[in-house]
């Protein structure tokens, strides 16, 4: 119902909704997100998620991709606390920040034998910037950051 209502609005101001989202890019920056899985099947998959997740624990990288890490949360460390202030539970997760609205988050699948990874990407787009453009410069360094990831965890897991 509320998408509808967002339409209708939308077009009472004679813009339809991906007008709309444009302009909501434009205001607070286009925002990106990428999943990446590494599979890593049976016991030795496991001690090889284990292994690089520790790795990442003890051994944070201090650049990412090119990028700077300008911090590092532990979720399996301390308290953290959502944005109502509910205490986080205890999780074998990581999250990096690379500054410039860039972050990963590293943690093992709890599920599957995989080790997940989740990239944050931020950009700012002026006004007549072509966003089109944008999107795909942000979705590349997403993926560079990737395939970085992939390498560096090769490395971490054996």
Sequence with gaps: MMFVEAAVWAKAQGRDLLQELDGIYR??????EKLGNLEMPGAEGAKQIARAVASYQGQPPK???GRKVVGVQDYEKGCHRDVDGKEIP???MLIFDLGEGFRVAVRASG???????????????GENEDLAKAK???????ERLWDWTRQDVEKRKD
């Design 136 to 142: 795909k410069e942000l979705a590349a360094e997403l």
């Design 27 to 32: 205001k607070h920056g286009l925002y990106l």
């Design 63 to 65: 650049e990412w991709g």
């Design 111 to 125: 599920t599957e034998p995989k080790m997940k990874v989740y990239f944050f990407g931020k950009r700012k787009v």
């Design 90 to 92: 205890k999780e074998r």
